[in-house]
């Protein structure tokens, strides 16, 4: 495969990723959030699992030998992060949770040098301070009173957990992952997080609603390009390009989620631009190359 034909696959994939954030909207309009997240990933796995079954590859000799690290990836970076994303967005707006997610390689950046003892670029320390400021200025929504009534800004809150869940998932995923194909630890860590999502939803005694055709047809459409193939896209992309050169597209999920919620209907407040362009801007300039001669802040 061409680079330029990977180059599209990682777009894509981050085009089906701020599209979730719209997307969530309609589904929880008829669904609850433990039910949306273990339906999601659920659908997600057995597709997964029918497509690595028609490849003719085997489950079974992994999931004996790595089911633990399985489980615990699939419980932060699957079940954690979903909770928290679908509560999030139902006191949240699309834009808001995108922009604050946009933050996420710096953060995962950051728990790398604790947990792992990566040492972060002075670049990275420089630009931390604007990428959190424009989450400021997204959660705030221009009033410095509302952070202090914290009901007003629950769901920002619930959505900077998840972020911080989904750095957690890509450090255990470069340090305790098993060594084997993408496609199989994908479809893993997607099936034993669709377990626990799935157990949690049934414990918790809320009722199953099935969604409506409105959110029925969201709901399809997270499934299958926001969960089954951006997956494999991100992947791909990490395979070919690398995980340093792959994070950067990251910055691209803000601006489609946007987008999309534009073309939905709901267009972005002055102060979500405004801090949006301090959030890409604080990521870019870490994850900018260093120079000719240097290797990428992102490598």
Do not use: C
Not at 75 to 96: P, R, Y
Not at 230 to 242: E, S
């Amino acid at each position: 495969m061409k680079t330029n034909s990977v180059y599209l696959l990682v777009v894509v994939s981050t085009l089906f990723w701020g599209a979730n954030f719209a997307l969530a909207g309609p589904i929880l309009h008829d669904m609850a959030p433990l039910w949306a997240a273990a339906m999601r990933f659920t659908l997600g796995a057995l597709i997964m699992i029918a497509f690595v079954s028609w490849r003719g590859e085997n489950l079974i000799a992994p999931i004996r030998r790595h089911a633990g690290v399985y489980l615990l990836i699939g419980a932060i970076g699957i079940g954690g992060f979903n909770l928290l994303f679908f509560f999030a967005l139902q006191t949240t707006s699309a834009g808001n949770a995108a922009l604050i997610m946009a933050t996420n390689p710096l953060m995962t950046t950051l728990l790398a040098a604790v947990v792992l003892g990566e040492r972060p670029s002075g670049r990275l320390l420089l630009s931390l301070p604007l990428a959190l400021s424009g989450v400021f200025v997204v959660v705030s929504g221009g009033d410095l009173t509302r952070v202090t009534h914290l009901h007003d800004v629950r769901g920002d809150l619930l959505m900077l957990g998840a972020n911080i869940a989904w750095a957690f998932y890509n450090v255990l995923s470069r340090s305790i992952m098993p060594k084997l194909p993408a496609l199989t630890n994908t479809t893993l860590v997607m099936s034993a997080g669709a377990l626990l999502l799935l157990t949690a939803a049934v414990g918790s005694g809320e009722p199953l609603s099935l969604p409506g055709w409105h959110a029925g047809i969201a709901m399809a459409l997270m499934v299958v390009g926001g969960t089954v193939l951006a997956y494999l896209f991100w992947n791909t992309g990490i395979a070919r390009l690398g995980a340093g050169r792959t994070a950067l597209f990251l910055n691209l999920v803000p601006v489609f989620a946007m987008l999309v919620a534009a073309i939905m209907g709901t267009m972005p407040t002055a102060v979500q631009i405004i801090g949006g362009l301090m959030v890409i801007g604080g990521v870019s300039l870490a994850m900018l190359p260093r120079g000719r001669n240097g290797k990428s802040a992102a490598a």
